[in-house]
């Protein structure tokens, strides 16, 4: 039986989403999680030295509100009493990861390879006070930054381009040509929400796109000068790479 599970964590405190051999992970807490909770039913369905895949990756510091997984057991259990079981064995471990949701789905479902699309918000907080509460949650701005230019610069942005400026040099896609659906702008009260959606993304490609458009806002850079980057295919002539604890993976639809 494979089940789907979406899936909150806070990332501070996480080497990311993939397993990491040198400290926590996501998907080190949940695979520790089912095997407590289910140890003699998954001994024969581990996927390429995987028990749970993960629709993506992300980096260290980096959060989810709905990331979404799938694993196997070789067992068929009400799917309410799979989320509970999870979360009990989660907090026992006080791993900073709950499951919202799991469900049943057929075999051929993957969480990575049937996903049609994934979005990633990013939050600014642009005020002259830090924040307590907001500590690791956002990336605090205390310059005034210009939304408006902002949002013009983002506007080159859009549709299918090589992406080779906003890609880490770590990045190990295939291709820099990716295609952004969509990059909204939102101003709440002092917060500066990036809205971003694509079918995939490059290696610190929002973070990139944030950084760079920041700088646009705070007078660094001008609107232009964003198709100037684009087109120069060069991460050097680039903004900067905003910092993780900004970074939400928001959805993944199928």
């Given at each position: 039986?494979?089940?789907?599970?979406?899936?909150?964590?806070?990332?501070?405190?996480?080497?990311?989403?993939?397993?990491?051999?040198?400290?926590?992970?996501?998907?080190?807490?949940?695979?520790?999680?089912?095997?407590?909770?289910?140890?003699?039913?998954?001994?024969?369905?581990?996927?390429n030295g995987a028990l749970v895949w993960g629709a993506g990756r992300t980096d260290a510091g980096v959060h989810a509100l709905a990331q979404v997984a799938h694993f196997d057991l070789n067992l068929d259990i009400e799917?309410?009493?799979?989320?509970?079981?999870?979360?009990?064995?989660?907090?026992?471990?006080?791993?900073?990861?709950?499951?919202?949701?799991?469900?049943?789905?057929?075999?051929?479902?993957?969480?990575?390879?049937?996903?049609?699309?994934?979005?990633?918000?990013?939050?600014?907080?642009?005020?002259?006070?830090?924040?307590?509460?907001?500590?690791?949650?956002?990336?605090?701005?205390?310059?005034?930054?210009?939304?408006?230019?902002?949002?013009?610069?983002?506007?080159?942005?859009?549709?299918?381009?090589?992406?080779?400026?906003?890609?880490?040099?770590?990045?190990?896609?295939?291709?820099?040509?990716?295609?952004?659906?969509?990059l909204d702008i939102i101003q709440k009260g002092e917060e500066i929400i990036f809205e971003v959606e694509a079918k995939s993304f490059?290696?610190?490609?929002?973070?990139?796109?944030?950084?760079?458009?920041?700088?646009?806002?705070?007078?660094?850079?001008?609107?232009?000068?964003?198709?100037?980057?684009?087109?120069?295919?060069?991460?050097?002539?680039?903004?900067?790479?905003?910092?993780?604890?900004?970074?939400?993976?928001?959805?993944?639809?199928?």
């Amino acid at each position: 039986m494979r089940y789907k599970i979406t899936i909150e964590y806070e990332g501070t405190d996480l080497l990311g989403w993939q397993w990491q051999p040198d400290g926590n992970s996501a998907q080190g807490f949940l695979e520790t999680a089912i095997k407590q909770a289910f140890g003699r039913f998954v001994t024969e369905n581990i996927d390429n030295g995987a028990l749970v895949w993960g629709a993506g990756r992300t980096d260290a510091g980096v959060h989810a509100l709905a990331q979404v997984a799938h694993f196997d057991l070789n067992l068929d259990i009400e799917e309410w009493k799979l989320r509970e079981a999870l979360n009990a064995n989660l907090r026992d471990l006080e791993a900073p990861v709950s499951i919202i949701t799991a469900e049943k789905v057929s075999d051929d479902f993957h969480a990575r390879f049937s996903a049609q699309g994934r979005g990633y918000i990013y939050r600014i907080l642009n005020r002259r006070a830090p924040s307590v509460l907001l500590k690791n949650r956002v990336w605090w701005v205390p310059v005034p930054l210009d939304i408006e230019k902002m949002r013009q610069a983002s506007k080159c942005l859009l549709g299918k381009h090589d992406f080779t400026s906003f890609r880490a040099a770590a990045c190990q896609a295939k291709s820099p040509i990716k295609t952004l659906d969509k990059l909204d702008i939102i101003q709440k009260g002092e917060e500066i929400i990036f809205e971003v959606e694509a079918k995939s993304f490059l290696h610190h490609q929002v973070r990139n796109f944030v950084g760079t458009l920041k700088m646009v806002g705070d007078g660094h850079l001008q609107i232009d000068d964003v198709q100037k980057i684009l087109e120069a295919k060069d991460r050097k002539k680039a903004g900067v790479t905003a910092p993780a604890e900004g970074l939400y993976l928001s959805k993944v639809w199928y």
